[in-house]
């Protein structure tokens, strides 16, 4: 099978694109389309010509997508309109909020996909109740296999807890990048207090999302973080991390590793929150 990898550019940032080539050995992609900025809309409309134009070039026999970003939803776009069968990696996930724009990526891409390889039972039952039966593959999740593929790498990582002067389960893990919770600046000043409160009594390490970074100093947040660690978005040192701490706000590794997790708002596929893993909070009483 000849596999050509497409990258839209949507995530551009070496912390999070270049990074990732880097560190889990992934090959460079044949395309590159540096497609990134500017509204949902104009994003989406822009990669949607630029996929169009690869798939002209390629013809292939497949698309495979992954996910529920912009780049998810042009390419199963571009596909269906060239009449090119379309797999949907992590389909059936659903927050039931469609002021996400990813739950409306979401839910695009498994309309137009002819196979859709589920990560849990709740979402071949979401796909089910929209009347989605056709193709549905209960696979496992992706994300789980990558985590456990990378422990062994992660661990060479030991070398952060001393280098962020952190002791093993006495520090909390935090992230922040959900548009739900960026993008308002009353939340994410919410959220910072409570990162910022919670770091008087424990440590706080948070690895921060470049475009929450911009945010934070737009909203001036920076002084509410006092005390919190703030780190860049490494990767696989955040498994390391994750592996050694206390507790956890967010992010889908708090599962894998079985760590208690809280989020902001109803941002978490359903299945997450439903297995007891995520505890929904407003912004400003996370702890």
């Not at 050509?4 to 551009?12: A, I, K």
């Not at 050995?25 to 949902?40: E, V």
């Not at 596909?79 to 724009?101: C, D, Q, T, W, Y």
């Not at 549905?136 to 992706?142: F, I």
Request: hydrophobic residues 45%; positive net charge.
């Amino acid at each position: 099978m000849h596999e050509v990898l497409v990258h839209t550019g949507q995530h551009y940032d070496e912390m999070m694109s270049g990074i990732f080539f880097e560190e889990l050995g992934i090959a460079a992609p044949a395309y590159n389309l540096c497609i990134s900025g500017g509204t949902h809309g104009a994003m989406t409309g822009r990669m949607l010509e630029a996929v169009e134009t690869v798939l002209m070039q390629e013809s292939p026999d497949w698309v495979l997508i992954y996910g529920d970003t912009n780049s998810t939803l042009a390419a199963a776009l571009a596909a269906v309109k060239l009449h090119i069968p379309v797999a949907h990696v992590e389909a059936g996930l659903r927050s039931f909020n469609m002021r996400m724009p990813e739950e409306v990526n979401r839910i695009v891409a498994d309309r137009l996909a002819s196979l859709l390889f589920c990560p849990t039972t709740t979402a071949v039952e979401n796909l089910e109740r929209e009347g989605i039966k056709r193709g549905v593959h209960l696979v496992g999740d992706v994300m789980y296999d990558v985590a456990l593929h990378f422990a062994a790498l992660a661990a060479q990582r030991e070398t952060v807890l001393g280098e962020l002067g952190l002791t093993t389960k006495r520090y909390v893990l935090a992230t922040c990048h959900r548009a739900e919770n960026t993008d308002s600046p009353e939340k994410l000043r919410g959220i910072a207090t409570g990162l910022g409160i919670l770091a008087r009594s424990r440590a706080v390490v948070f690895p921060v999302h470049p475009r929450t970074k911009a945010k934070i100093v737009d909203y001036g947040c920076a002084p509410l973080l006092a005390g919190v660690t703030v780190i860049d978005p490494f990767h696989i040192s955040i498994w390391w991390l994750w592996k050694r701490m206390r507790k956890s706000s967010s992010l889908t590794l708090a599962v894998f590793r079985r760590k208690p997790s809280s989020i902001e708002c109803l941002a978490s596929p359903s299945d997450r929150r439903q297995s007891g893993w995520r505890l929904l909070r407003p912004a400003g009483t996370l702890w």
